[in-house]
């Protein structure tokens, strides 16, 4: 799953009928596939079939959907490792697992991907056969040659279910000015804007011109009331790195979000309460190891089980954060070195949790406190927090969301010690990723991810 950045989306409306298709095709074949293999195997399809189907429904929508087939293969196959994994949790922590038969749930978990995988492809195949699924193309024309008109045309190339054709631009600059060429068609300047669609019956334009030339743009808007059509302003401002963009209404008053925590809503709930959750078993089955581990600590050197030490949590607050001893001092101050390789202040045991990340397992509770979750931004030392927001831009960004016992940037590399301005560039753009494309997907993707580069990785001392 790589790191992307994608052009914002302000509106969900408007969405031609075969898009609703693909992003329901996976949530659907999802729940057929269960209750097909429920019902072959003698079960009664009752209620406990239909909470379940519901749970799926919830968890898979919207769908993924085929770009490349290898791809697509790796994508549903991950995506029903995950179901599984977040079913069985939420069936051990609510003890409802049993209600199902075993042999039911495997045969499920093994033909769901391959039913998905392959009423896709298939799918993809023959849906420009089928009229409903292909409406006319809606014919577009975009005022700017901007950069941000040229991502905007980029995404509609890339998007082989769009039903957008964009006919040319218009630019009022000559064409050796202009920031992309020949692809579409430069069609005129803006005067010729309105006559342009009249005469050619074009539905729609996106106006991609930056703020400032006003002048112009309320002429043009002027001269566009002689016609029917649709306009749309798309603010320069886009070319910026948005999180979370959208609409949001004020007491009626439209306000674009510039930034802005993706825990919103429905989002908060699904994110507080899937941390909740799986603190509560993680810590209920670990429970005899924390023991175990206290008992270490307290053998291996003078001192507290417990370090606490501040960090910036949600919205840039200080809260305290939990870790099981691994050093012979609890530096709390405003000069902290980062844990560097031999660093003299681990002690034998301590390099023993660090390497495994178990000193990280006391967080759980932090996470039960509300102060953090499971996965989100690493936590920094206050100290390092006030150093690095002068030095990286968008930084304290990263803080609109609680701090994580794991994060996207640290199973993509970035975990241990960032002994450069450039690691840590790096882990803050892996963060911001991470908030503009949440989904609970992308955590128990994380969390498997964790496991792996903790049996593997050696960046951590």
């Not at 992003?23 to 293999?37: D, M, N, Q, R, Y």
């Not at 000559?174 to 804007?193: A, E, W």
């Not at 002429?219 to 009331?225: A, F, P």
């Not at 003299?344 to 495994?356: H, M, N, S």
Request: aromatic share 8%; hydrophobic share 45%; with cysteine.
């Amino acid at each position: 799953m790589p790191m992307t950045t994608s052009f914002p989306q302000l509106s969900q409306g408007n969405q031609p009928f075969s898009s609703l298709i693909k992003h329901s095709v996976e949530p659907i074949i999802s729940v057929a596939t269960l209750l097909i293999v429920a019902y072959a195997y003698g079960e009664v399809l009752d209620s406990r079939y239909s909470v379940l189907s519901l749970l799926i429904l919830v968890i898979t929508f919207p769908g993924d959907w085929p770009t490349n087939t290898l791809g697509f293969a790796r994508q549903v196959t991950t995506s029903a490792i995950i179901l599984g994994i977040l079913v069985l949790l939420i069936g051990a922590g609510t003890s409802t697992l049993n209600l199902f038969p075993a042999e039911v749930m495997l045969l499920w978990l093994l033909l769901m991907p391959i039913a998905v995988f392959s009423t896709c492809i298939l799918l993809k195949k023959f849906m420009g056969r089928i009229r409903l699924l292909q409406p006319e193309k809606k014919k577009v024309v975009v005022v700017g040659a901007t950069q941000l008109a040229y991502k905007l045309i980029t995404t509609i190339k890339n998007d082989p279910m769009s039903r957008i054709e964009i006919i040319g631009f218009f630019d009022d600059r000559d064409p050796p000015r202009l920031d992309f060429h020949n692809s579409p068609p430069l069609l005129g300047k803006l005067d010729d804007v309105a006559d342009f669609c009249k005469s050619n019956t074009i539905e729609s334009i996106y106006i991609t011109l930056p703020m400032t030339p006003q002048v112009r743009i309320l002429k043009m808007l002027d001269e566009m009331r002689d016609t029917t059509t649709s306009i749309y302003f798309m603010p320069d401002m886009f070319i910026h790195d948005m999180i979370q963009a959208r609409v949001d209404m004020l007491n009626g008053i439209p306000m674009l979000a510039v930034c802005e925590t993706p825990f919103i809503g429905i989002n908060g709930i699904i994110k507080r309460g899937s941390d909740m959750l799986l603190s509560l078993i993680i810590l209920t089955l670990l429970s005899p190891l924390l023991l175990v581990l206290a008992i270490g600590v307290k053998l291996s050197s003078p001192g507290p089980v417990i370090f606490r030490q501040f960090r910036y949590g949600l919205d840039g607050k200080e809260i305290i954060v939990y870790k099981f001893r691994s050093m012979s001092v609890c530096e709390n101050g405003d000069d902290i070195p980062q844990a560097q390789k031999n660093d003299p202040r681990v002690t034998r045991f301590g390099a023993f949790i660090r390497k495994t990340s178990l000193d990280e397992l006391p967080q759980f509770i932090n996470v039960l406190q509300g102060r953090m979750s499971i996965v989100g931004p690493r936590p920094h030392a206050v100290a390092h927090n006030e150093t690095y927001r002068k030095l990286i831009k968008s930084y304290m960004v990263r803080h609109k969301v609680r701090p994580g016992i794991t994060g996207w940037a640290q199973v993509n590399g970035y975990r241990g010690e960032t002994n450069t301005l450039e690691k840590m560039e790096k882990r803050i753009e892996y963060d911001l990723d991470y908030m503009r494309n949440w989904s609970l997907y992308l955590d128990l993707w994380i969390i498997i991810r964790t496991v792996i580069v903790i049996l593997k990785d050696r960046n951590a001392y």
